[in-house]
């Protein structure tokens, strides 16, 4: 942060409120805006044809089958947004101690991947990258000894993420946040002739609670034995956030996000200021939940509180957000 270099003069020359009295003169010195092409939506895929269920705790969210979600993708496209980010929610018996679902070419993800770049080739497809989907514990890696072991793990992410980049995916997410598993997956890429393949890193993804909503919505609520803290980053920790971006950056991320995003929006500015790179903020689960739950009562006047939160995320300094909100935002941007 800068300060400013002209000392304001003092009242009356100086009246900030000059500058506040119009529509037309607070247009002109608006310093943040918010576009469609700032919002990623993240979809919630699950098995079955031509069906949606809404998901409980996220009013407004349904989980589609991959037929209903290419009309989806086609109206985030007309609405200006750039990406979607699939999400499965994997029946009981596709969770295995091995997680093999993860990187079978037939998983929801690879099908909703394979369906929309055929359908809406214009909007990127982003996806996941973690076992948790497909494991029966609900743990993004390999437990052994009651502890998620790592190198291992990552063998698995790579087959995940070559999976993905084969069905046409344009980013990868890896979520999971194991060590080193950015290079290995870079690496793998690069070799098996899929370079162009971007990877947006979850390099600062903090144990956070909330999380819940989403775990409903990936059926993982009731799977998850124990936590992430042995993975995920100590909520109280900025230091070590920014290490994981630098050390994301070094492996070949091309993009970063911060995760979750409102409470950690002092880790947006950091991260843009000091890396100068394609920073992104997830508004998770919980944030839209929590707005959703005092919109509904009333307490709280919906689209206003919805842009808000947005485009504070731009006023960090981020070049977008996954939204849960992202195609209302986007109708309310015209
Ligand atoms: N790997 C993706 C998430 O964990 C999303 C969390 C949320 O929306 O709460």
Redesign the pocket.
């Known amino acids: 942060m800068t300060s400013p270099s002209a000392p304001a003069p003092a009242f009356p020359a100086h009246r900030p409120r000059r500058l506040r009295r119009s529509p037309a003169l607070r247009a002109m010195v608006r310093q943040t805006a918010l576009t469609p092409a700032d919002l990623i939506w993240?979809v919630f895929l699950m098995e079955g044809e031509d069906a949606e269920a809404p998901v409980a705790s996220m009013p407004g969210v349904s989980r589609r089958t991959v037929d209903r979600i290419v009309p989806a993708a086609r109206e985030a496209a007309d609405l200006g947004i750039p990406a979607i980010c699939l999400?499965p929610y994997t029946a009981a018996e596709a969770r295995t101690e091995d997680c093999a679902e993860a990187w079978s070419p037939e998983n929801l993800t690879n099908r909703a991947i394979r369906a929309i770049k055929q359908a809406v080739p214009e909007i990127a497809v982003m996806t996941?990258i973690?076992l948790d989907p497909y494991n029966i514990n609900g743990q993004d890696g390999y437990v052994e000894d009651g502890y998620v072991v790592n190198d291992r793990t990552v063998e698995a992410l790579v087959r995940m993420a070559l999976a993905q980049a084969e069905a046409g995916a344009d980013i990868l997410g890896p979520?999971d946040m194991m060590d080193g598993r950015i290079g290995a997956i870079r690496a793998a890429l690069e070799a098996e002739g899929h370079g162009h393949v971007a990877i947006m890193s979850?390099a600062a993804k903090f144990a956070s609670g909330?999380?819940g909503?989403?775990r409903d919505a990936v059926g993982a609520s009731s799977a998850l034995k124990g936590d992430k803290t042995t993975y995920q980053i100590d909520p109280a920790n900025r230091d070590e956030a920014l290490r994981m971006v630098a050390r994301d950056l070094a492996e070949g991320a091309d993009m970063v996000m911060v995760k979750p995003g409102m409470p950690y929006l002092d880790l947006c500015a950091a991260v843009k200021d000091r890396f100068e790179v394609p920073t992104f903020a997830?508004q998770?689960?919980?944030e839209y939940a929590m707005m959703q739950a005092a919109i509904q009562n009333g307490w709280l006047q919906g689209e206003a509180v919805m842009m808000e939160s947005l485009l504070a995320f731009k006023r960090a300094g981020c070049d977008g957000i996954l939204t849960y909100f992202a195609p209302e935002a986007a109708r309310a941007l015209g």
Request: glycine share 8%.
């Open positions: 993240p999400f996941d973690a979520s979850y909330f999380y909503p989403f997830y998770v689960s919980g």
